[in-house]
């Protein structure tokens, strides 16, 4: 079987060989860009946990007032195979992975298909990312299209989600402070219609459609394991699918800050405090762990 050769390695028609870690040198965003291997598997998971006072409790404060959200504890996220392309390009397919209360589970309440149950493995994507250096900024670039399969989106009438989003990010040489912005659209596709006159008979009407995200971020690296990040999500603004295009209406000004840790440059952990600025409060908080792992 021939080796599983890394991008890296791949001559440019100059004869040289090109590595992205020279265009990429953020710990986050070089973890997030994939494994420099042809093939490999990229995980994204998260522990969404309760607040400061019950880090691993059953239920997740609701600190941003968004009233659809589920208020159970819960470790999601996805998990794909990857195949790098080129040294910036990556295609990838996967899964979405979803387990509620995660230290509160009998085992039938995990593997129960019939009543109650815990755990699901559901709403397959294929996404397509490009990693890239221009002038001073790194950049990523990241597009997908999830199919919703899991049962309590579709019965609500949910057909898939189309996202699109960018990351950019500065240094500022010689110091070790680096400042970025995330810009994230998202749009719903829904198997029914929608009409202005009934959302109070039918709820589903009144859900939101399209998402535009606009969240800058600061990090500092102590060293070339561990930085300070925080993310300031003040600019989140929804649609809901009977408003006019181009009315929304932006969400509750919220707030991460945590300890990026890069085990390697491949695994990267995000152990964070998420809350609301205009209302602070120990029981009001969020704590949550988010994973960038990356295998071969």
Same mark, same amino acid.
């Given at each position: 079987?021939?080796?599983?050769?890394? @991008?890296?390695?791949?001559?440019?028609?100059?004869?040289?060989?090109?590595?992205?870690?020279? &265009?990429?040198?953020?710990?986050?965003?070089?973890?997030?860009?994939?494994?420099?291997?042809?093939?490999?598997?990229?995980?994204?998971?998260?522990?969404?946990?309760?607040? /400061?006072?019950?880090?691993?409790?059953?239920? #997740?404060?609701?600190?941003?007032?968004?009233?659809?959200?589920?208020?159970? $504890?819960?470790?999601?996220?996805?998990? @794909?195979?990857?195949?790098?392309?080129?040294?910036?390009?990556?295609?990838?397919?996967?899964?979405?992975?979803?387990?509620?209360?995660?230290?509160?589970?009998?085992?039938?309440? /995990?593997?129960?298909?019939?009543?109650? #149950?815990?755990?699901?493995?559901?709403?397959?994507?294929?996404?397509?990312? !490009? @990693?890239?250096?221009?002038?001073?900024?790194?950049?990523?670039?990241?597009?997908?299209?999830?199919?919703?399969?899991?049962?309590?989106?579709?019965?609500?009438?949910?057909?898939?989600l189309y996202d699109i989003n960018h990351t950019? /990010?500065?240094?500022?040489?010689?110091?070790?402070?680096?400042?970025?912005?995330?810009?994230?659209?998202?749009?719903?596709?829904?198997?029914?219609?929608?009409?202005?006159?009934?959302?109070?008979?039918?709820?589903?009407?009144?859900?939101?459609?399209?998402?535009?995200? +606009?969240?800058?971020?600061?990090?500092y690296a102590f060293n070339g394991r561990y930085?300070? !990040?925080?993310?300031?999500?003040?600019? $989140?603004?929804?649609?809901y699918r009977y408003d006019d295009p181009w009315?929304?209406? !932006?969400? +509750?000004?919220?707030?991460?800050?945590? +300890?990026?840790? @890069?085990?390697?440059?491949?695994?990267?952990?995000?152990?964070?405090?998420?809350?609301?600025?205009?209302?602070?409060?120990? &029981?009001?908080?969020?704590?949550?762990?988010?994973?960038?792992?990356?295998?071969?």
């Amino acid at each position: 079987m021939a080796p599983n050769v890394r @991008a890296e390695e791949t001559p440019l028609p100059n004869g040289e060989t090109k590595d992205i870690d020279l &265009e990429i040198t953020n710990a986050k965003m070089r973890a997030e860009s994939g494994s420099k291997s042809k093939w490999s598997i990229k995980a994204d998971i998260s522990y969404n946990g309760g607040n /400061l006072e019950e880090p691993f409790g059953e239920v #997740r404060p609701n600190y941003a007032g968004v009233s659809s959200q589920d208020n159970s $504890t819960s470790i999601a996220g996805t998990v @794909a195979v990857a195949y790098r392309w080129s040294v910036a390009d990556t295609l990838r397919a996967g899964t979405g992975i979803l387990v509620l209360t995660p230290f509160h589970n009998t085992w039938e309440e /995990l593997t129960n298909s019939s009543g109650v #149950r815990k755990t699901d493995i559901s709403n397959p994507y294929l996404e397509y990312s !490009r @990693a890239m250096r221009i002038g001073g900024f790194q950049n990523i670039f990241d597009t997908y299209y999830m199919q919703y399969t899991q049962s309590a989106y579709t019965e609500a009438n949910y057909v898939g989600l189309y996202d699109i989003n960018h990351t950019v /990010l500065y240094k500022f040489e010689p110091t070790e402070w680096e400042l970025g912005l995330v810009t994230d659209l998202s749009y719903i596709f829904f198997s029914d219609g929608k009409d202005p006159t009934d959302t109070l008979t039918n709820p589903v009407n009144g859900r939101t459609d399209y998402t535009i995200g +606009l969240y800058p971020f600061v990090e500092y690296a102590f060293n070339g394991r561990y930085s300070f !990040r925080t993310v300031f999500r003040f600019l $989140t603004f929804d649609h809901y699918r009977y408003d006019d295009p181009w009315t929304f209406y !932006r969400q +509750l000004y919220t707030q991460s800050v945590g +300890l990026g840790i @890069a085990i390697t440059r491949d695994v990267y952990l995000y152990p964070n405090i998420q809350f609301a600025p205009e209302h602070l409060s120990p &029981e009001r908080t969020n704590v949550g762990l988010n994973t960038t792992i990356n295998i071969f």
